[in-house]
């Protein structure tokens, strides 16, 4: 999953926000040498990206993509998945969504201040420049993506990728999506509530 579905998962479940996004940053055994609460939110996102990667929604989704696109699939789906998520905002969290961004940044911004070594540079700027805004609209999605292609080792537009889907297959993975995240959201509890007893496998 991509930032902004962690951050949701991360409110909904009562973890730490922060935790939940250096998921991506952190590699290795827990505990990482972070507060208890960071390697928390750590240890939840990789239990959502292994349950994510694994689920035969997200694996449909994937397989949309044809050559070149697919390899890069993960990327692309996570991307629609946050995408959708801000489509359907109102049907998984009760506040509104500006509000919510605003108060997560402002919880990243706080931790980056308290973080040994401070919040990795791309979720801090996250923060400060409110990328997940620009994830409603199609063209915000493919600009971000275009930006990772950028970043890939053989740079190329990932946003083009989304134009190779038909109306039919934007369909199927939307609602794909729409059966995929309450099971997301269920499972994330389950887990956490799992980790917080002392069941950490």
Same mark, same amino acid.
């Given at each position: 999953?991509?930032?902004l *579905?962690?951050l949701?998962?991360a *409110?909904?479940?009562q973890?730490?926000l922060t935790?939940?996004l250096?998921?991506?940053?952190?590699?290795g055994?827990?505990?990482s040498?972070?507060?208890?609460p #960071?390697?928390?939110g750590i %240890?939840?996102?990789?239990?959502i990206? *292994?349950?994510?990667?694994?689920?035969?929604?997200?694996?449909?989704?994937v397989a949309?993509f044809e050559a070149p696109w697919?390899?890069?699939g993960?990327i692309?789906?996570d991307?629609?998945?946050d995408? %959708?998520?801000?489509?359907?905002w109102?049907q #998984?969290?009760?506040?509104? @969504?500006p +509000?919510?961004?605003?108060e997560s940044?402002?919880r990243?911004?706080?931790?980056?201040?308290s973080l040994?070594g401070?919040?990795?540079?791309p979720?801090?700027?996250?923060? +400060?420049q409110? %990328?997940?805004?620009?994830y409603?609209? $199609?063209?915000?999605l493919?600009?971000?993506l275009n930006?990772?292609?950028?970043?890939?080792?053989r740079?190329?537009?990932?946003?083009?990728? @989304?134009?190779?889907l038909d109306a039919?297959? %934007? $369909?199927?993975?939307?609602?794909?999506?729409?059966?995929f995240?309450?099971e997301?959201?269920h499972?994330?509890?389950?887990q956490?509530?799992?980790?917080?007893?002392?069941?950490?496998?």
């Amino acid at each position: 999953m991509n930032f902004l *579905a962690h951050l949701h998962l991360a *409110a909904h479940t009562q973890s730490s926000l922060t935790g939940n996004l250096l998921g991506d940053f952190v590699k290795g055994p827990l505990p990482s040498g972070l507060p208890a609460p #960071f390697d928390e939110g750590i %240890w939840l996102h990789r239990k959502i990206d *292994a349950f994510t990667d694994a689920h035969p929604e997200h694996r449909a989704a994937v397989a949309h993509f044809e050559a070149p696109w697919r390899r890069f699939g993960g990327i692309l789906v996570d991307m629609l998945y946050d995408h %959708w998520l801000c489509l359907h905002w109102r049907q #998984f969290h009760p506040q509104a @969504l500006p +509000q919510f961004l605003g108060e997560s940044y402002g919880r990243l911004l706080a931790d980056d201040v308290s973080l040994p070594g401070g919040l990795p540079p791309p979720l801090r700027r996250m923060a +400060q420049q409110d %990328w997940l805004a620009s994830y409603q609209d $199609r063209e915000g999605l493919i600009l971000t993506l275009n930006g990772i292609g950028r970043r890939l080792r053989r740079p190329l537009p990932l946003g083009e990728a @989304l134009a190779t889907l038909d109306a039919a297959q %934007w $369909r199927a993975g939307e609602q794909g999506f729409l059966r995929f995240y309450p099971e997301l959201m269920h499972f994330s509890a389950l887990q956490l509530a799992a980790y917080r007893d002392g069941d950490l496998a």
